[in-house]
């Protein structure tokens, strides 16, 4: 674990970029909050603020971070990578052909993918998509349990795309890590 931050020539770590491109690596903030929440903070701006803000992070750590210009607050959870593709059948990183957004229209999904390519599986904000369109299309219910018999939903039955049971409740564990970080700070 690195306390302080990296910035390094392209070429010292073997990336393939430009060679004189410089490669900038922020610090941990502390515990398991890295740098991609600090990241968020900036980005945010939330620690600009006079009223209250709350950032949340989904990944394989998840963080949330509360706070405005009088200070802020980190807390951190264990999200198993849900959200990031390596605990659902057919998750998949934010790559290419990653589903990305996903609608369901008269019972059919209806998707994006990333780069506009054939579908490969579903990423995060695909996943996260497809839970709040299967609950308002009511093949969730309010508890996360298919309404149908065959506990699944397709996709893209041609490229064997689906999300089932196990997938969702894998799903609302990860998420049920984050609820308790919101409500604790």
Known sequence: MRREPINVKATEIGLQIHPNANVYGPCLIGGHA?????????????????RPQMTVDVGTNGEVIVGNKDGLLSASCAA????????????VGAIEGA???IR????????ETIGDKPAIGICGSGLIDLLA???KN??????GKFTNP???????EERGISITQ?????????????????KSL
């Open 34 to 50: 890295g740098a991609d929440a600090l990241a968020d903070i900036l980005a945010s701006e939330m620690y600009k603020k006079e």
């Open 80 to 91: 198993g990578g849900a959200y990031e593709g390596a605990t659902v059948k057919n998750g």
């Open 99 to 101: 589903i990305k957004n």
């Open 104 to 111: 369901i229209i008269d019972d059919k999904a209806v998707y």
């Open 133 to 135: 369109e299967l609950l």
């Open 138 to 143: 009511g093949i969730l219910n309010g508890r």
């Open 150 to 156: 065959e506990k699944e939903f397709v996709v893209d």
């Open 166 to 182: 196990e997938d969702v409740n894998q799903l609302i564990l990860a998420r049920s890590g984050l609820s308790l970080d919101q």
